[in-house]
């Protein structure tokens, strides 16, 4: 029985939104199976911004992937556990997973010239959001597409609104994915590379937007990246990946307190990644240097050992 | 967009003018004969002979003749606007002949191109999303067959089975359908499906190609994960956006068949435009050939600008100056 006073340990778990745990994902190809992912757990809670960061091909968009079910099922093995609000979404039926996706966790993509479709208004496909979920009229669907692009920054909402996507800029594109990942207020907001593509000063006002949009609406963040910088400013944790693997994962501050000092860290990829002005070696661009591995089974290890 | 098409329908005029005067070079050009020697009866003297050619114009040169077929149908004839003169066989206005022969040809195409378009899109569009499956396989076999098969000999079969062994459909020959609907159709039908075989194969397997293209863009991962149906995302967002090559391609060819689809034609002896064109040619008479000329280099100019405009809504990038 409950003493009707919150214990602080359940608190916590109610706040738990992810848990991912042994996370492996491989695509069989004629040439042998690639494993992309390989035993990747992590836990994500309420009012917290996840920073994933690693170089290209080190399985974090196919881990995001995996966990929308944007991933093609007859093409790929996936295995291990993604609990979301008691549900395992890797064992939901196709059906069942589409009421998640776009609705309880919203994705942003890294490229928005390619993630708007060319030939829809901008506001008739986030209004296209909003129906997907909500039997809800027209005219109601497009009053919240307005609303929300007005919500993310987009000057005069109500006529831009009407405007395909090749006449907004990237920042306004990205604004205006935002908004389409907001239309169900999502409890999860994956993030893929979302300032990749943008001018750097539209870097800071999307990375800005999320922020506040996470605050706002007391939600969980993934935020995969290139960018070291953005994950010190945002991530209240981070994970380190490399060739389909976690290398590093624990609080953000954590992480980057160890890595600026002079001790040697457990993770050559994180080093590599914070090129320090206090110790200009030679070595501190060796990881990206080296072209990515692609496994054709599961490697033995970790990534990198086999590489030195 | 006004001026635009303004502008077009200009350039139309002077392409098919170009395209007539090029009718009528290579006819007074390559050595083919005297077609007056044709009306002027048996061992004319050569007086006869001038007569005819002074009655049909054939005595001027070719830019003087081509001046007044431009001169004719600019202002009329006496059959009235547009005019296209008579004919040298039997001094009937060209232009009746060829309106008394169009509908057959129109009629042809519109069932045939109806068909083609829906069963060739319907058909791309399971295979793609069946794709690597039986269902696909069958599907591409069926585009091959319908490809490789020539259309004279798939028409016999039709007309063999369906007509002779099965007596489902009407043989060969036109019937209007003012005089009789039901005859109509029955003497349409397998035209109509012999000449949309050939097309459906390759809307078929443009649909499919394109649709697999555009399934690997990232705007149809958005649509995904959005969480709408896979049939919103493939109906809506994915065939959407594979839609403007099969309109280019369908603009073309419904103005290229309105020259004649000769063959369809011949074999189910419609007597249309093709047929008239092709007897015109072979008995020298070059006002039909020039009617017809100028008809199909309409079709296709403006099913061009067509084209053109429905790009502008199918696709919203397209913006015309």
């Known amino acids: 029985m409950s003493t009707g006073l919150p214990e602080p340990t359940r608190e916590r778990d109610d706040r738990l939104l992810l848990d991912v745990r042994g996370l492996t994902v491989r695509f069989p190809t004629p040439d042998g199976v690639v494993q992309a992912v390989s035993d990747v757990s992590f836990q994500l809670r309420r009012g917290e911004t996840l920073g994933v960061v690693g170089e290209s091909g080190s399985g974090k968009s196919v881990s995001n992937l995996a ?80 609303e929300l692009l007005d919500h993310v920054g987009i000057p005069n909402a109500t006529s831009r609104a009407r405007d395909y996507p090749h006449q907004f800029s990237g920042g306004m594109r990205q604004r205006a994915m935002i908004a389409m990942a907001l239309v169900h207020n999502p409890d999860i907001l994956i993030c893929d590379e979302p300032t990749t593509a943008l001018d750097v000063t539209v870097q800071a006002q999307i990375l800005e937007l999320i922020e506040s949009v996470k605050r706002e609406f007391d939600i969980g963040v993934i935020l995969v990246t290139h960018d070291l910088g953005v994950v010190a400013e945002t991530a209240n944790s981070v994970m380190v990946m490399y060739a389909g693997r976690v290398m590093e994962y624990g609080p953000a501050n954590g992480i980057f307190s160890r890595n600026s000092g002079e001790r040697k860290t457990s993770s050559d990829v994180s080093r590599s990644a914070f090129p320090s002005a206090a110790r200009p070696s030679k070595r501190t661009t060796h990881t990206t240097s080296r072209p990515t591995p692609v496994w054709y089974s599961s490697p033995p290890g970790r990534g990198w050992a086999k590489l030195r | 967009m006004i001026f635009y098409i303004a502008r077009r329908l200009i350039w139309t005029i002077v392409v098919v003018l170009c395209v007539i005067g090029i009718t009528y070079v290579v006819f007074f050009k390559l050595p083919a004969g005297n077609p007056a020697l044709r009306f002027a009866g048996k061992s004319p003297t050569p007086q006869e002979l001038a007569q005819v050619e002074h009655r049909l114009g054939l005595d001027k040169p070719w830019y003087v003749q081509f001046g007044r077929f431009a001169y004719h149908f600019f202002t009329g004839d006496q059959y009235g606007w547009p005019g296209l003169g008579y004919t040298y066989a039997s001094g009937a206005s060209v232009k009746s002949l060829i309106f ?13 191109a109806v068909l083609w378009l829906f069963s060739g899109v319907a058909i791309g569009v399971i295979s793609a999303v069946r794709r690597r499956t039986v269902t696909d396989r069958v599907a591409m076999g069926f585009a091959l067959f319908g490809i490789s098969t020539p259309v004279f000999w798939l028409g016999l079969m039709m007309l063999y089975i369906f007509w002779r062994q099965l007596g489902w459909a009407g043989g060969a020959g036109y019937v209007s359908p003012a005089s009789s609907p039901t005859g109509f159709f029955s003497h349409m039908i397998l035209p109509w499906i012999t000449l949309a075989m050939l097309y459906a194969a390759f809307y078929a397997r443009m649909t499919r190609n394109n649709l697999l293209e555009t399934l690997g863009e990232d705007y149809i991962r958005t649509a995904r994960a959005k969480g709408l149906s896979e049939r919103r995302v493939i109906l809506k967002h994915g065939l959407r956006a594979s839609l403007t090559p099969i309109v280019t391609m369908f603009g073309m060819d419904i103005a290229l068949l309105v020259g004649g689809a000769v063959i369809t034609e011949s074999v189910f002896n419609l007597q249309g435009l093709g047929y008239l064109a092709i007897n015109s040619a072979l008995t020298q008479d070059l006002p039909i050939v020039a009617g017809v000329v100028m008809l199909a280099a309409v079709a296709v100019a403006l099913m061009n600008l067509i084209v053109d405009i429905l790009y502008a809504f199918i696709d919203p990038r397209v913006r015309y100056a």
């Open chain 1, 67 to 146: 966990i929308m079910g944007l991933l093609n099922r007859a093409r790929t093995v996936i295995s291990g556990e993604v609990e979301f609000k008691g549900r395992d979404l890797l064992t939901l039926s196709t059906d069942a997973l589409r009421t998640v996706r776009g609705k309880e966790i919203a994705m942003v993509f890294q490229d928005p010239f390619a993630c708007l479709h060319p030939m829809y208004r901008v506001g008739a496909q986030i209004a296209e959001a909003v129906t997907a979920h909500e039997d809800v009229p027209r005219e109601r669907a497009w009053a919240r597409a307005v």
């Open chain 2, 100 to 112: 008394s022969r169009a509908p057959r040809t129109l009629f042809l195409i519109a069932g045939a």
